[in-house]
Nanobody
Framework: VQLQASGGGLVQAGGSLRLSCAASGRTLDNYAMWWFRQVPGKERESVGLISRTGSTTYYVDSVKGRFTISRDSAKNTVDLQMNSLKPEDTAVYYC????????????WGQGTQVTVSS
C-alpha cells in the first residue's frame, strides 16, 4: 500500500491544522493506522494510533486532548486533526499502516512538515 501524507504547513501557536493520509493500491480498512513525528536530530515518536475499525484510538500524552485521529473508509483516508498547536509540535509528520498480527508499522508515507511559530 502506498501512503501519501498532506496538509502540513506553517501555523501560529494556538492554531489548527488537519493532516490527511491517503492510500492507493489497497484499502486502509485492513490496517491499524499510525501518525508519527520526527524532529531533526531526534528519534521518531508516535503521535497516535487508530484501530482498523476506528473504535479505538491511542495518543501520546503530549497531544491528548488536542489531536484527534479519524478514518474515512469511503475516502480511504486517515486524518490527524491538530488543535491548540504549540511550537514543540513542530516536526515532520508521517502516517504509517500496520497489518494485523505485526508488531510495528509495515508501510510508511512520506512526511509532511508542520511548523508552529510562537
Amino acid at each position: 500500500v502506498q501512503l501519501q501524507a498532506s496538509g502540513g504547513g506553517l501555523v501560529q501557536a494556538g492554531g489548527s491544522l488537519r493532516l490527511s493520509c491517503a492510500a492507493s493500491g489497497r484499502t486502509l480498512d485492513n490496517y491499524a493506522m499510525w501518525w508519527f513525528r520526527q524532529v531533526p536530530g531526534k528519534e521518531r515518536e508516535s503521535v497516535g494510533l487508530i484501530s482498523r475499525t476506528g473504535s479505538t484510538t491511542y495518543y501520546v500524552d503530549s497531544v491528548k486532548g488536542r489531536f484527534t485521529i479519524s478514518r474515512d473508509s469511503a475516502k480511504n483516508t486517515v486524518d490527524l486533526q491538530m488543535n491548540s498547536l504549540k511550537p514543540e509540535d513542530t516536526a515532520v509528520y508521517y502516517c504509517a499502516a500496520q497489518r494485523i498480527g505485526t508488531q510495528k508499522p509495515d508501510y510508511w508515507g512520506q512526511g509532511t512538515q508542520v511548523t508552529v511559530s510562537s
